[in-house]
């Protein structure tokens, strides 16, 4: 089982910035990629990025340039750095951690972009 704790969301003012980081715990082997998805009200999940454990990367066009996926493998968190930030950017962000073909879930961080 693994278990995904997010930190790092919160209130921000367009333009700014915000770090969001993703620490997977329990027990496991080892995880795979992990990634970001975000939920805006009344819409569907979202990716908005990914990376693999060697490092690999993959965005959604618009967030491309703006954020940063990263990952530290010995402390098994993943990051997301998000600069230039924009009111639609807001949303509900989640992490993703893949460990042995199964799917897991962090419960999410609110982010939200004052215009």
């Known amino acids: 089982q693994v278990q995904l704790v997010e930190s790092g969301g919160g209130v921000v003012q367009a333009g700014g910035s915000l770090r969001l980081s993703c620490q997977a715990s329990g027990r496991f082997f080892n995880i795979g990629a992990m990634g970001w998805y975000r939920q805006a009200p009344g819409k569907q999940r979202e990716l908005v990025a990914t990376?693999?454990?060697?490092?690999?990367?993959n965005y959604q066009t618009s967030v491309k340039g703006r954020f940063t996926i990263s990952r530290d493998n010995a402390k098994n968190t993943v990051y997301l750095q998000m600069n230039s930030l924009k009111p639609e950017d807001t949303a509900v962000y989640y992490c993703?951690?893949?460990?042995?073909?199964?799917?897991?879930w962090g419960q999410g961080t609110q982010v939200t972009v004052a215009s």
């Open positions: 993703l951690g893949v460990s042995v073909g199964k799917n897991y």
């Open positions: 990376i693999t454990s060697i490092y690999t990367t």
